[in-house]
C-alpha cells in the first residue's frame, strides 16, 4: 500500500520558515519522482517542486525559487522542504505527491501539511 505522511506545518509569521517532511512507504521511493504541490483556499492544487530521484537539482516554480529548498533522504524514505520567506500567499495546504507535478496532478499524496503565514 502506497503511504505518504506529511508533517511539519503550522502557523509562522511572514518572513519566518518552516520545515515540511514527508514519510513514504509501499513503493521504491528511491527510483520515483516526487513533487510538492499546495493547495490555497478556494484555489486549485499548484506545482511546488520537483525532486528527482538522483543527485539532479530539484526543479522549482518561479514563486518558490530562492526562497523555498527541497531535498530526499532515499534511505530514510522522507522527501523535505524547506519553505523561507514566508509570505502570506504561500498560506497553503502542502502535500507530497508521487509523480512530476509539472505533468498533472494525479499522482498520489497524502493527507497535507496545513502551512498559515499571518502576523
Known amino acids: 500500500e502506497v503511504r505518504l505522511e506529511e508533517s511539519g506545518g503550522g502557523l509562522v509569521q511572514p518572513g519566518g520558515t518552516l520545515r515540511l517532511s514527508c514519510a513514504a512507504s509501499?513503493?521504491?521511493?528511491?527510483?520515483?519522482?516526487m513533487s510538492w504541490v499546495r493547495q490555497a483556499p478556494g484555489k486549485e492544487l499548484e506545482c511546488v517542486s520537483v525532486v528527482y530521484p538522483t543527485l539532479q537539482s530539484p526543479y522549482y516554480e518561479e514563486f518558490a525559487k530562492d526562497r523555498f529548498t527541497a531535498s530526499r533522504d532515499n534511505p530514510k524514505n522522507m522527501l523535505h522542504l524547506q519553505l523561507s520567506s514566508l509570505k502570506p500567499e504561500d498560506t497553503a495546504i502542502y502535500y507530497c505527491?508521487?509523480?512530476?507535478?509539472?505533468?498533472?496532478?494525479?499522482?498520489?499524496r497524502g493527507q497535507g501539511t496545513q502551512v498559515t503565514v499571518s502576523a
Open positions: 509501499g513503493f521504491p521511493f528511491n527510483i520515483a519522482m
Open positions: 505527491m508521487w509523480s512530476d507535478c509539472r505533468q498533472g496532478m494525479r499522482g498520489h
